[in-house]
């Protein structure tokens, strides 16, 4: 098991950028795959970005504004979100699993406790 914290969230007006963090302690990170998801209110958990050893996955509506690394002797994965438009608000949540990634929550066993970002307009 691994624990996760995520960190960076904040208020941003529309246009703006934020950049989120996700440590890992517990053990190595290296052969796990980390998704980002969010969680708007009223709304389930989606998808938003992941990276697979060192390939990066994106969800549609965020593809060419966020970017997704990994520094694995820091046992960090980031998510930088350029042109964030309101309807980016949400929790984000950043979480990991061993082996293959995939868009679906439920598979995801490690979470954090989630950051939240909001957007103005």
């Known amino acids: 098991q691994v624990q996760l914290v995520e960190s960076g969230g904040g208020l941003v007006q529309a246009g703006g950028s934020l950049r989120l963090s996700c440590a890992a302690s517990g053990r190595t990170f290296a052969g796990y795959s980390v998704s980002w998801f969010r969680q708007a209110p009223g709304k389930e958990r989606e998808f938003v970005a992941a990276?697979?050893?060192?390939?990066?996955y994106y969800a549609e509506f965020v593809k060419g504004r966020f970017t997704i690394s990994r520094d694995n002797a820091k046992n960090t994965v980031s998510l930088q979100m350029n042109s964030l438009i309101p309807e980016d608000t949400g929790v984000y949540y950043c979480?990991?699993?061993?082996?293959?990634?995939?868009?679906?929550?439920?598979?995801?066993?490690?979470w954090g406790q989630g950051t939240q970002v909001t957007v103005s307009s």
């Open positions: 990276i697979s050893r060192s390939n990066p």
């Open positions: 979480a990991a699993r061993s082996g293959e990634y995939y868009r679906t929550p439920d598979l995801y066993g490690d």
